[in-house]
């Protein structure tokens, strides 16, 4: 490059000492020694002039290879952008698809559970209620028994008693208080067996009422908004 500016400055020297032509702004200059600088400017000039001039030369050639080229990249990123969203599409119905089955699974399984709790619960009342019974039946039995034996030993003592006139009176009074205390007795079994069996019964009214809130609360939980798709498949306590 120094070259080039170098015989630049020798073809301006060379125009500014040329001589003139009379009436005219025109001069004379030495044709061998302006083309030899010219061919020194032309030789000296690095290959990236020319390679810019073809660019040049081949801009518009360029430019629509570029276009072309640009044209087609847009046509491939519309094309993935049209199957990437079809396949979002497609996934997003598959999962909504899901969850509905899910939501539906969860529902019938809450139905079953409940189902499952009330069967549950009236069985343990029935067992509950027959156990009472039959443990009621046992204690008044009990009570008759131990009734009849006292009466009958409360009878064998007054006539033991009788027949020995000195003690009649003392016989009279000990068999009434032995026919008391076996009257006694007889009303605390009844009153141990009444009370056991209204425990018992309280015990399992008690279960029953938080089996139907447990139940009543399934119910809730499945009739409130939002609660089909991404929840958790609820657990009941029914201690």
Do not use: W
């Amino acid at each position: 490059m120094y070259r080039v500016f170098e015989a630049l400055d020798e073809l301006v020297t060379i125009v500014e000492e040329a001589r003139g032509v009379p009436m005219t702004s025109s001069c004379v200059v030495p044709r061998g020694d302006v083309l030899e600088l010219l061919d020194d400017v032309r030789d000296a000039l690095p290959g990236e002039v020319d390679d810019a001039q073809d660019v040049l030369d081949k801009r518009d050639e360029i430019l629509l290879k570029a276009r072309t080229e640009a044209d087609s990249a847009v046509g491939g990123a519309s094309a993935e952008a049209e199957r990437l969203l079809a396949d979002s599409q497609a996934e997003a119905e598959r999962m909504v698809a899901e969850a509905q089955a899910r939501a539906e699974q969860i529902v019938a399984d809450a139905h079953a559970e409940a189902d499952r709790a009330v069967a549950a619960g009236q069985t343990e009342y029935q067992n509950l209620t027959e156990r009472s019974r039959h443990e009621s039946e046992r204690m008044i039995q009990a009570g008759r028994d131990a009734y009849d034996r006292a009466v009958d030993e409360g009878r064998n003592e007054q006539a033991r008693l009788v027949s020995q006139t000195e003690i009649v009176q003392a016989a009279h009074a000990e068999s009434a208080r032995i026919v008391d205390e076996a009257h006694g007795e007889a009303d605390r079994q009844r009153a141990d067996c009444d009370a056991y069996v209204d425990g018992k019964l309280a015990e399992f009214s008690e279960l029953l009422a938080t089996t139907l809130r447990t139940v009543d609360s399934g119910r809730n939980h499945l009739r409130a908004p939002g609660s089909a798709a991404g929840q958790r498949t609820p657990v009941y306590d029914y201690q």
